[in-house]
């Protein structure tokens, strides 16, 4: 499927979401930020949790999480929440530790190297959570203003269409 496309589909599966601009913005910035933080395998139940906690609407945050997350944007997502985390927590996750990883991975497949990456342990999650965290913030208000103004222009649009359309009949 092309960009281009991509875009149509998201762009015409978020036009046909009801609700109010208010949960259908904030269930896009959770789901925004849920997506920017290296919890993928949790992504849909973390997402499905916190929508349902703020009662906002849940498969805006599902939707924007697939566009934040997706196997286009896995890789620099995660090398930024490793500079960010090792930042905060220097030494902690070093380059060298996650270059025998992945060289472990390449040579004895994935499996049989989840042992390593679970050995690398509580600072390896410590950094990237750390990391994510602080990507996940800007992205979720950055999100929740674009999406709230999305719909707000989206309203006013069809307002003005029924308008439009009452005053013709």
């Known amino acids: 499927m092309s960009l281009s496309r991509t875009v149509r589909f998201y762009t015409l599966r978020f036009k046909r979401l009801q609700g109010s601009n208010r949960s259908l913005a904030l269930g896009a910035a959770i789901g925004s930020a ?3 933080t290296p919890t993928l395998p949790l992504h849909n139940v973390l997402i499905l949790g916190f929508t349902l906690l703020f009662r ?3 498969i805006a ?3 924007t999480a697939n566009i ?8 620099p997502q995660y090398f ?3 500079k960010i985390g ?4 220097p030494g902690r996750l070093t380059w060298e530790k996650i270059k025998s990883v992945l060289a472990l ?3 004895e497949g994935i499996m049989d190297s989840l042992d390593t990456v679970r050995a690398m342990g509580l600072d390896a999650i410590l950094v990237m959570m750390v990391g994510g965290l602080v990507l996940a913030i800007p992205a979720g208000v950055l999100t929740y203003i674009i999406v709230f103004r999305f719909f707000a222009r989206l309203q006013e649009k069809r307002r003005q269409k029924h308008l439009l359309n009452r005053r013709e009949e």
């Open 68 to 75: 934040v997350s997706n196997p286009l944007t896995f890789v």
């Open 86 to 89: 090792d930042f905060f927590l």
């Open 61 to 63: 945050g599902i939707i």
């Open 80 to 82: 930024l929440a490793w």
């Open 34 to 36: 849920v997506g920017a």
């Open 105 to 107: 991975i390449k040579t």
């Open 56 to 58: 906002v609407n849940p």
